[in-house]
């Protein structure tokens, strides 16, 4: 589309034709595809501005024509040109919501004359407006006669009434809609002043649980030092009359003294067997209190692995009384230093290995080590029944044995303290093991030391 299509030329002179204007108005919109709505709007503005410029400037010519709109689109562009110019060639309605009901209203220069221009764009929906369809509407136009200002006058109330009814209908569902919002509004302060209930009775709940936490951790830890104390007195108590036992076993079982026969020999070694474990009981029990306590502190050296693992060597020999279990204790890798307590790491291994000995019939003990970045792993594996995965953690706990290792002995004591001196040195020892597949307990230490 080049320029506007003319539909319909007309003259704007006397009172009447103000109302020809406006019928004429909504015609051409209804022809050319605007809602109804938007035929009410343009013609209600053009009926403004018709009687502004009939009191202003005696008349208009006015000319309804198809024009492109924004973005390509037609719309009805309707020119009301002054029949005495405007003052300073300016117009402003005198309604100000005139402008609200058309998509552009002003005044533009065309051809020498002022014209004030109004637009409304036709719906996208509406019939494509080909020159053949333009044609049409346009002949359609001028074969129609216009009403009278009687009729005109009562088409108007007719819209004006339906556009009342269509207020009350907005106003009832408004009313309905601010009531339905008020009750909702009530509804959420119930919830938020339930939710906030709920919520100051959860948080006093948990300060009590807090509170109670606390009394119970300070009832703990007060139970844990009875307990480490109780450990150590009585351990402390029956040292003494143990290792008296042991000598005086020891005194019985002496060349020198009066021949025993064999039955009390016999029974002799039992007493000193017995008092022997007793003894190493009650050293255990002092260990684990002592170290509950968190009484032992480290001795911080360097040391050498090589030369604390050929001790070991040298020392636990002796206990591989069985031909079938070899104890293989491998030289570390060079610089085989660590920062650590060599008595306690000492006791550590030492301990370890006497397990693995002790637990295995057949097979090898075996002692190694790897320096992996910055962190030696320590390694007591074994060749042994091995232990099941779910009772991994429970062999570390006090007094905790396998079933069906009772025979062997053992009080269950030597791990967790093996552990808990592991932790002290700032390392872990973690356990890796299946059943029929031995064990191997690892002790993973910083080089640098805690």
């Avoid at 013609?43 to 009191?55: F, G, Q």
């Amino acid at each position: 589309m080049t320029g506007p299509a003319v539909l319909l030329q007309m003259a704007l002179r006397v009172e009447q034709d103000i109302f020809v204007v406006r019928q004429r108005g909504r015609e051409v919109a209804a022809a050319v595809g605007l809602e109804h709505q938007d035929q009410v709007r343009i013609a209600t503005a053009l009926s403004e501005v018709a009687r502004d410029l009939l009191h202003s400037s005696n008349g208009a010519d006015v000319t309804f024509a198809v024009a492109a709109g924004p973005a390509g689109r037609p719309a009805l562009q309707v020119d009301l040109t002054p029949v005495r110019p405007l003052e300073d060639g300016r117009y402003q309605p005198q309604s100000g919501a005139v402008a609200r009901l058309v998509d552009m209203l002003g005044v533009v220069q065309e051809e020498g004359d002022t014209v004030v221009r109004m637009s409304r764009r036709v719906p996208a929906n509406a019939q494509a407006l080909t020159p053949e369809r333009l044609a049409e509407l346009r002949e359609e136009l001028g074969r129609s006669a216009p009403g009278s200002a009687l009729d005109e006058l009562a088409s108007q109330n007719g819209q004006l009434i339906a556009a009342l009814d269509e207020v009350r209908s907005q106003r009832d569902e408004l009313a309905v809609l601010n009531e339905e919002l008020q009750e909702t509004n009530r509804g959420v302060m119930a919830l938020y002043n339930q939710l906030t209930e709920e919520l100051e009775e959860t948080n006093r709940g948990v300060v009590a649980l807090y509170a109670e936490l606390d009394e119970k951790s300070a009832q703990l830890r007060a139970a844990s030092e009875s307990k480490s104390r109780f450990l150590a007195n009585v351990s402390h108590e029956l040292r003494a009359p143990v290792t008296a036992i042991i000598g005086l076993g020891r005194l019985l079982a002496d060349s020198a003294s009066d021949p025993l026969t064999a039955e009390q020999a016999r029974q002799v070694g039992l007493i000193r067997s017995s008092a022997s474990d007793l003894l190493g009981l009650v050293n255990e029990l002092l260990d684990l209190a002592k170290a509950e306590s968190g009484r032992i502190e480290p001795n911080w050296a360097e040391v050498d692995l090589r030369a604390l693992y050929g001790q070991l060597r040298g020392t636990l020999r002796a206990l591989a009384t069985r031909p079938q279990v070899e104890l293989v204790v491998e030289e570390p890798p060079t610089p085989a230093l660590v920062r650590s307590d060599e008595v306690l790491l000492a006791q550590v291994l030492r301990n370890l290995l006497h397990n693995g000995l002790k637990f295995t019939e057949q097979g090898e003990v075996r002692l190694s080590a790897e320096r992996v970045g910055d962190r030696w792993s320590l390694s007591v594996s074994d060749t042994g029944v091995g232990i099941p995965p779910e009772l991994h953690e429970r062999v570390f706990e006090e007094f905790y044995q396998v079933p069906g290792t009772t025979r062997v002995g053992g009080t269950g004591l030597g791990l967790p303290y093996a552990r808990r001196l592991v932790t002290i040195l700032g390392g872990t020892l973690e356990l890796s093991s299946e059943p029929g597949r031995g064990s191997t307990f690892t002790i993973s230490l910083p080089v640098g030391g805690a």
